[in-house]
């Protein structure tokens, strides 16, 4: 299993990227799947994820720190997830990691431990 995110970059303050995390190896289209940040000094933190319920049925749930600006969404027929970050600020500078969780829902979506994949991270830097 392998996941690759891309996208990251350079972006002014008040700017938008979308990342995205392509996966091989297995369909993940009956997982959740999620994004977490980690900027130098701090503790990897959660993002977002798209938690699968039976049904195929996907619901999003976000950080507060960043609802309203940031939207997750997936492509199962590509086996991919995005990230479509808009009015970014200074303090979203931070490496992005796409995740990948097998727990059935519900489970601690937040924390790096419910999760069985990770990608190897793109950099994201917001600065004028």
């Known amino acids: 299993v392998q996941l690759v995110e891309s996208g990251g970059g350079l972006v002014q303050p008040g700017g938008s990227l979308r990342l995205s995390c392509a996966a091989s190896?297995?369909?993940?289209?009956?997982?959740?799947m999620g994004w977490f940040r980690q900027a130098p000094g701090k503790e990897r933190e959660f993002v977002a994820v798209?938690?699968?319920?039976?049904?195929?049925?996907?619901?999003?749930y976000y950080a507060s720190s960043i609802k309203g600006r940031f939207t997750i969404s997936r492509d199962n027929a590509k086996n991919t997830i995005y990230l479509q970050m808009n009015s970014l600020k200074p303090e979203d500078t931070a490496v992005y990691y796409c995740?990948?969780?097998?727990?059935?829902?519900?489970?601690?979506?937040?924390?790096?431990?419910?999760?069985?994949?990770w990608g190897q991270g793109t950099q994201v830097t917001v600065s004028s």
């Open positions: 190896g297995r369909t993940f289209a009956t997982s959740s």
């Open positions: 798209s938690t699968w319920y039976s049904g195929y049925t996907y619901y999003p």
């Open positions: 995740a990948v969780s097998l727990r059935a829902t519900p489970f601690n979506f937040t924390i790096p431990q419910s999760y069985d994949y």
